[in-house]
C-alpha cells in the first residue's frame, strides 16, 4: 500500500524572477486555488495519509499557509463567514498530514528526495512535481493501481513532440504491458534529439522503491551540477529493478511554462517566451491540455 507522498517544493523558480524573488510559486493560484492545493488534493483522493513538504528556508511561505490560527481565528471571531470557515477547516485538515523537511541547497531533485529519507516507512512512496499539474484524471491513483498489480515503481508518462525532448526526461521502452503501461528500459535526463531514444516523456509522478535512498548517497551531480533523480533511477534499473511508464489520461498542465509566458510576456524577459513556442505549439490541439483562454495562446503564438 503507497500511504506516504514527498513534494520538492524547494525550487528557485528562477523561471519565473522577478515575482519568485518574494513570493513562491506553488501558491500561486490556478483557477482561484493555490497550485499545492491541486496537489494535495490528487494525494488524498489516491489514499495518500501523510505528505513530505521539502521546503527551504526561503520558502517557509508555504509552512506559514498552513499556521495562520490566529490570523482565521480573528476573523471568523468578527464576520460570520462560512466560506472563511470551510477554508479554514480545511487547511486544518491539510497541515495535520503535512511533515515538513528542509533543502537549504537547490542540488537538485534527488538531493530533495534524500532530505526524506527518515520519514519513510514503507517499501515504496509517491513523489509528486508540483509544476506538473494533472486534472480531470486522478494520476496518482491510477499509478497505485498500477504498482499494486505489477510490486514495481511506477513514473508516469506522456508522448511529446522530438523537437523538445531535451525539455525531459526520455523513456526507453523495453515491451508493451498493455495500452498505457510499458516497462522502462532506460530513463535518460534532458538528451538532445539525437540522443533521446523515443518521445516518452517522465512527467512528474513517481511510486520509488524505499532503497532509492542507499543509491541516492553515492549519486554523482548530472546534467546542470545537479543531482538528478532521473540518473538515481537508471542505476536502479542497471540493478534489474523493475519500473513501469504509465501513459496517464488526465490532463496535463506545465505550471512552470504557463508561468513563464504569463509573467514574461511584454517585459525585457519576452525572448524568453518565445524561444518557448516551439514547445507550446504541440500543445495546442492536445486534448489533454487544459484549456488555455484564447486570448493567452493568442499572445503565446504571435
Ligand atoms: C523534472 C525532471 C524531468 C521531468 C520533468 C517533468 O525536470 O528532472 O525528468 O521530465 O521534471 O516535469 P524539471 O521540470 O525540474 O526541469
Redesign the pocket.
Known amino acids: 500500500m503507497i500511504k506516504q507522498a514527498i513534494i520538492p517544493l524547494a ?1 528557485q523558480g528562477t523561471r519565473l524572477l522577478p515575482l519568485t524573488s518574494v513570493f513562491a510559486k506553488e501558491l500561486l493560484p490556478m483557477n482561484g486555488k493555490p497550485g499545492i492545493e491541486y496537489i494535495i488534493e490528487e494525494c488524498i483522493d489516491a489514499g495518500i495519509k501523510e505528505i513530505v513538504f521539502i521546503i527551504s528556508k526561503k520558502k517557509e511561505m508555504i509552512k506559514d499557509y498552513f499556521y495562520k490560527d490566529k490570523f482565521y481565528q480573528n476573523i471568523i471571531k468578527k464576520k460570520k463567514d462560512q466560506r472563511i470557515l470551510n477554508e479554514y477547516k480545511k487547511i486544518l485538515k491539510y497541515r495535520k498530514m503535512i511533515k515538513f523537511v528542509y533543502q537549504n541547497k537547490p542540488l ?2 534527488g538531493d530533495a528526495v534524500l532530505k526524506t529519507r527518515k520519514y519513510i516507512k514503507d517499501k515504496f512512496f509517491l513523489m509528486l ?1 508540483p ?2 499539474l494533472i486534472i480531470k484524471k486522478n494520476c496518482s491513483k491510477s499509478m497505485i493501481k498500477v504498482h499494486n498489480q505489477y510490486k514495481s515503481s511506477v513514473m508516469a508518462s506522456m508522448n511529446v513532440s522530438k523537437k523538445t525532448v531535451s ?4 523513456f526507453k521502452t523495453k515491451k508493451k504491458l498493455n495500452k498505457k503501461n510499458f516497462l522502462i528500459d532506460a ?1 535518460i ?2 538528451p538532445s534529439i539525437k540522443e533521446a531514444p523515443s518521445n516518452k ?4 509522478r513517481y511510486i520509488l522503491p524505499k532503497k532509492i535512498f542507499l543509491k541516492l548517497k553515492g549519486q554523482k551531480k548530472g546534467k546542470g551540477g545537479e543531482i ?3 540518473d538515481t533511477i537508471q542505476s536502479l534499473i542497471n540493478e534489474k529493478e523493475k519500473f513501469i511508464g504509465h501513459s496517464f489520461s488526465g490532463k496535463y498542465l ?1 505550471c ?1 511554462i504557463i508561468g513563464v509566458l504569463l509573467t514574461n510576456l511584454g517585459t525585457p524577459e519576452a525572448p524568453t517566451a518565445k524561444a518557448l513556442k516551439p514547445y507550446l505549439k504541440q500543445f495546442l490541439w492536445d486534448p489533454r491540455v487544459v484549456e488555455v483562454p484564447r486570448p493567452i495562446w493568442w499572445l503565446i503564438l504571435n
Open positions: 525550487g537538485g531533485t512535481l509544476d506538473d525539455r525531459w526526461g526520455i530513463v535526463e534532458k516523456a517522465v512527467i512528474g538528478h533523480i532521473t506545465d512552470g
